[in-house]
């Protein structure tokens, strides 16, 4: 917690008066492009397992914490004990076989405990029961976890056969869906590899 706070004075000093024009100028919505650019960054170095690089990117996601804490501190509207304080009760709320008397012996049962609890929250999802907001690969990934017109192979050959990319995709993206494999982590992992390989 004390560098915690030792990132939050250095936030609030860049914000301050006499700190740096750029972040003072900063708003919520003009930092999300930030926030998704970091948030990409520190997956590379994830894939990529540079211990180095990883400490390095996870580190400019949460100057991304840091900083909106900060600027919400300075709306009034809440805190960084506010953020760390909410994110240690949902963890709790949602392991009761760690924190309280429920039962769950695998992982698919805890995410479906998880899944469970989320909805009973109320969280903002669309018709098909998937977060807002969420990547399109990954949407169509999780519809087809949910059994929602799952793609095969016999689908995907007769997409290519009829030159309809958009249904091949689909059904690719099914087929990883068959396996449990995530197909963004899977695209991110190749394109790293043709960077290093161009």
Request: aromatic share 6%.
């Amino acid at each position: 917690m004390e560098s915690m706070e030792r990132l939050l004075e250095v936030m609030r000093r860049l914000r301050g008066p006499g700190g740096c024009p750029w972040d003072r100028a900063q708003t919520h919505e003009s930092l999300v492009p930030y926030l998704l650019e970091e948030a990409s960054e520190a997956a590379d170095a994830l894939l990529e397992g540079n211990p180095q690089e990883m400490a390095e990117e996870l580190g400019d996601v949460l100057l991304q914490v840091a900083f909106h804490s900060v600027i919400a501190e300075e709306e009034g509207r809440f805190t960084y004990g506010d953020v760390e304080r909410a994110i240690v009760e949902k963890l709790i709320r949602r392991h009761p076989h760690v924190f309280g008397e429920a039962e769950a012996r695998t992982p698919e049962e805890v995410k479906a405990r998880w899944e469970d609890l989320k909805a009973k929250e109320g969280k903002k999802e669309d018709p098909c029961g998937l977060l807002k907001g969420l990547p399109t690969l990954l949407r169509a990934y999780e519809l087809q976890r949910k059994g929602i017109d799952p793609g095969s192979e016999e689908g995907l050959r007769k997409a290519l056969e009829e030159g309809d990319l958009e249904e091949a995709l689909w059904h690719l993206v099914g087929l990883f869906a068959a396996k449990g494999m995530d197909p963004e982590s899977a695209l991110r992992k190749r394109s790293l590899k043709a960077c290093r390989q161009g």
